[in-house]
T-cell receptor, first 114, second 116 residues
Framework: GQNIDQPTEMTATEGAIVQINCTYQ??????LFWYQQHAGEAPTFLSY????GLEEKGRFSSFLSRSKGYSYLLLKELQMKDSASYLC???????????????FGRGTQLTVWP | GAVVSQHPSWVICKSGTSVKIECRSL??????MFWYRQFPKQSLMLMAT?????????EQGVEKDKFLINHASLTLSTLTVTSAHPEDSSFYIC????????????FGPGTRLTVT
């Protein structure tokens, strides 16, 4: 089966840096996504990694190591509005599965304190 | 670009009735749409994959006769929850794939279903 693991909860203070880790085991791999989801809302796209390395986009960066089945999302200069659930999702699956199918982790609930 | 809408945003219905949820891609054609369900403090669980003009592919454990999916056009997919029960109360989210060969999905705003 497909397994995506990430911590359930994390807390940090405003202005700090936080790293949210995600490990995965999937039978196929076509890239890893990070989404942000506020309570009661749909996920919004943050990043996509398909090659090893770091992708930087403003205050958010995402890293991928395919050999280790590992990714992290790095959030800098934290703001109160960054309090949300962060979902790690892998596009992949066994041969024959639907192209673009995403396997989601349970999400990491980040709380940013003033 | 790449906006997906859902209607209604929330709905309350009585047990035993059916509810239809619409998912529309507003500014692009979506060859594939996905339907997810999310319970409180849980992650998104894929229910089914919907391809335009063909039958939906359901995930294991999802009753196809209970959750009817229709993808009649490249911009519209519908999910009908038939004979709804309180345990069907959940947050239903659709997503659409922008183009063939793309791995990125764009999510709708979700529909909160409460069955009393």
């Amino acid at each position: 089966g497909q397994n995506i693991d990430q911590p359930t909860e994390m807390t940090a203070t405003e202005g700090a840096i936080v790293q949210i880790n995600c490990t995965y085991q999937t039978s196929g791999f076509n890239g890893l996504f990070w989404y942000q989801q506020h309570a009661g809302e749909a996920p919004t796209f943050l990043s996509y990694n398909v090659l090893d390395g770091l992708e930087e986009k403003g205050r958010f960066s995402s890293f991928l190591s395919r050999s280790k089945g590992y990714s992290y999302l790095l959030l800098k200069e934290l703001q109160m509005k960054d309090s949300a659930s962060y979902l790690c999702a892998v596009s992949g699956g066994p041969r024959g599965s639907t192209l673009g199918r995403l396997y989601f982790g349970r999400g990491t609930q980040l709380t940013v304190w003033p | 670009g790449a906006v997906v809408s859902q209607h209604p945003s929330w709905v309350i219905c009585k047990s035993g009735t059916s509810v239809k949820i619409e998912c529309r891609s507003l500014d692009f054609q979506a060859t594939t749409m996905f339907w997810y369900r999310q319970f409180p403090k849980q992650s998104l669980m894929l229910m089914a994959t919907s391809n335009e003009g063909s039958k939906a592919t359901y995930e294991q454990g999802v009753e196809k006769d209970k959750f009817l999916i229709n993808h009649a056009s490249l911009t519209l997919s519908t999910l009908t929850v038939t004979s709804a029960h309180p345990e069907d109360s959940s947050f239903y989210i659709c997503s659409a794939r922008h183009r063939v060969g793309s791995y990125e999905q764009y999510f709708g705003p979700g529909t909160r279903l409460t069955v009393t």
